[in-house]
């Protein structure tokens, strides 16, 4: 009969290999996102993110379906003590959408006069 240290041994070393994949990768379509080594995969293609377009499209696909203004934004992604203009979301949607390619391009849509959306 095995010994409850055993059996805590054996499943932790199943959590070891296994480990928690499910919370390590987040999925749209055919986007996915590694939390663990900070790559984004558009299809077969490897994205060449920034750091903040990589933490932008990564709030996207976390908080899909809700409208977010600028302001918004840049206090969730960039973070309260951020200075610059509000237009450098713009900027970054913009590199974002052109990285991810035309069939994916729409993913992020611009809500007029609040802010944008991703679906």
Do not use: C, P
Request: no cysteine; hydrophobic share 40%; glycine share 6%.
């Amino acid at each position: 009969m095995s010994s409850k240290s055993e059996i805590e041994e054996v499943g932790a070393r199943i959590h070891a290999l296994v480990g928690d994949n499910e919370s390590e990768i987040l999925e749209f379509k055919d986007l996915l996102i590694n939390l663990k080594t900070y790559d984004a995969k558009a299809g077969d293609s490897l994205l060449d993110l920034t750091f903040m377009e990589y933490e932008l499209l990564k709030f996207f696909v976390e908080n899909q379906d809700n409208v977010w203004s600028r302001e918004q934004l840049l206090e969730k992604v960039w973070g309260y003590d951020y200075f610059g203009g509000a237009r450098t979301v713009d900027v970054h949607v913009r590199r974002l959408r052109a990285k991810l390619g035309d069939k994916r391009q729409d993913w992020i849509k611009t809500v007029h006069s609040v802010g944008y959306k991703f679906n």
